[in-house]
């Protein structure tokens, strides 16, 4: 490869690992050329990049974009899978895509932020529920305490309010 085609992969490389919120990598031998296309095909509905990168372009690409602790999780071949939204939904389109073929694929690791993700943690992270669950439970939860105290303060109220009725219609009768 000519110096200035490598500079010109790093540097876009570079760029790609700066936009992308979430940074999965895997192991890609023993799949196909057609299989890698269905694999990028699939991502790609999903918006997730897939990318079979060469680790010293990746290496100088990391330094680059300002994420060197992302050549701790690589080691052999590698191809990245760049989520550039919802850091979940470049996790679970990736781990559908594995379980639902017999691909001799496997995660090996992910960055997020600035945080090294295991591969168990990648795979928890696709297991989540959406981001609009996620949101509806957590104002679930903020509103249980007011509702606890609607209902303890309210309570004496009420059975104020029934020996008053029951005291009311015992005179009228």
């Not at 540097?11 to 269905?38: C, F, P, V, W």
């Not at 095909?41 to 330094?63: D, I, M, P």
């Not at 899978?81 to 470049?90: E, I, L, Q, S």
């Amino acid at each position: 490869m000519l110096r200035e085609k490598k500079v010109l992969i790093a540097s876009n490389l570079a760029d790609d690992l700066s936009r992308s919120t979430i940074i999965i990598a895997t192991n890609y031998q023993g799949l196909l050329a057609k299989q890698m296309a269905e694999l990028r095909n699939a991502l790609a509905k999903a918006g997730v990049e897939y990318h079979v990168v060469k680790n010293t372009l990746l290496y100088r690409a990391a330094e680059k974009a300002g994420k060197p602790q992302l050549m701790n999780i690589i080691e052999g071949p590698v191809a990245l899978a760049f989520g550039y939204d919802d850091v979940v939904n470049a996790a679970k389109a990736l781990n559908q895509y594995i379980k639902s073929t017999t691909l001799p694929l496997q995660i090996k690791g992910g960055l997020l932020g600035d945080r090294i993700l295991l591969p168990e943690e990648v795979i928890s992270l696709a297991d989540l529920p959406p981001k609009e669950i996620l949101i509806s439970k957590l104002i679930r939860q903020l509103q249980a305490p007011v509702g606890n105290l609607h209902n303890i303060l309210s309570l004496p109220l009420q059975g104020l309010l029934n020996v008053l009725q029951n005291r009311a219609q015992i005179t009228s009768e």
